[in-house]
Nanobody, 119 residues
């Protein structure tokens, strides 16, 4: 499984960015794909994720109302639309896919894309 992120960059507070994650080699029908982020000196935290099975979503309280996750199964692509960005949104954003199969957990990560929000 390979995950390739793009779309990060430098933006002023209040601006927008759209992150993309393209997945290849993904075989299971039932998985969760989403975004994590890691700010300097902080632990990696979950931002948002979406289920392939039913489209159910999770979004962190810190970004609720500002970020939107979506996916295109036909093209194995997922997006994170980030609006009204704040300096505290700065960090490296990672795409992650997770599934469980025969009692084992599988996790794959992208290389990360830097998001920097200036005040």
């Amino acid at each position: 499984v390979q995950l390739v992120e793009s779309g990060g960059g430098l933006v002023q507070a209040g601006g927008s960015l759209r992150l993309s994650c393209v997945a290849s080699g993904l075989s299971p029908d039932d998985y969760v794909i989403g975004w994590y982020r890691q700010a300097p000196g902080k632990q990696r935290e979950g931002v948002s994720c979406i289920s392939s099975r039913d489209g159910s979503q999770y979004i962190a309280d810190s970004v609720k109302g500002r970020f939107t996750i979506s996916r295109d199964d036909a093209n194995n692509t997922m997006w994170l639309q980030m609006n009204h960005l704040k300096p505290e949104d700065t960090g490296v954003y990672y795409c992650n896919v997770h599934w469980r199969e025969l009692g084992s957990d599988y996790d794959y990560w992208g290389q990360g894309t830097q998001v920097t929000v200036s005040s």
